[in-house]
């Protein structure tokens, strides 16, 4: 959560970009641009030792932003750094053990539902949200459709929030305000070479400022 008011519409996750030269600063900036409710930190294939330095540093940066910090992967990772929760995709039975094990500690979201039947399976452990989409798919300007769809019906039939990822046109957050999604999931956008990362940021919050419905008008 950020450190100013909690607006009342859809709201931003950045997805953090592998590791690399000035990656820090680029995610520090990102977060100081405006509002973001989380930061989902994707391993992208390191190895556990590089992952954990690298997702030590980006949850404290993270935290002292007021902004949650999600491990996508392995929950004794996340706890080991802090975290303030896991991202998991795996089969329901895998979904409900960490849910089980650890939602009294720490958020557990989920991801890799691609239909209806499974994105319905994975809802009935209560997961805290569920992700539409795939880590490092968003190089085309619009949203995947798919993801569009399923946010869309989600967020109609279902109390539990959903996270759908935009695209890497930044005006992409529009399409997926619309859908009555909680939140709208950017990493191209933000993190691409030659972009602002806090640019970005705000111009997404200024378009969602705009654009975005209220979600207490949505649950009427």
């Known amino acids: 959560m950020s450190e100013t008011s909690t607006p009342n519409r859809c709201r931003l996750v ?5 590791t690399g030269e000035g990656m820090l600063e680029r995610v520090d900036s990102a977060l100081a641009g405006g509002d973001v409710a989380s930061l989902v930190i994707p391993a992208y294939g390191a190895d556990e030792a590089a992952f954990q330095e690298h997702a030590e540093r980006l949850t404290r940066m993270a935290q002292a932003r007021g902004v949650a910090a999600i491990i996508a992967g392995e929950p004794r990772m996340a706890a ?3 975290a303030d929760g896991v991202h998991i995709e795996g089969t329901k039975a895998e979904l409900a053990e960490v849910i089980g094990k650890h939602q009294a500690k ?3 979201g989920c991801g890799g539902a691609k239909n209806r039947d499974t994105a319905l399976e994975l809802g009935e452990t209560q997961p805290d949200y569920i992700f539409f989409g795939r880590f490092g ?7 995947h459709p798919r993801n569009l769809a399923l946010g869309e019906w989600w967020s109609q039939l279902v109390e539990i929030p959903c996270i759908v990822l935009a695209g890497a046109d930044i005006a992409s957050v529009d399409d997926v305000a619309r859908t009555g999604a909680e939140f709208v999931a950017l990493g191209n956008a933000v993190f691409a070479a030659g972009a602002d990362p806090a640019q970005m940021v705000a111009e997404a919050n200024a378009r969602l400022d705009t654009h ?9």
């Open 14 to 18: 950045l997805i953090a970009p592998p």
């Open 80 to 82: 080991r750094v802090g």
């Open 106 to 108: 720490m958020m557990v």
């Open 137 to 143: 798919y968003d190089g085309k300007p619009e949203p």
């Open 212 to 220: 975005a419905p209220r979600l207490d008008d949505l649950a009427k």
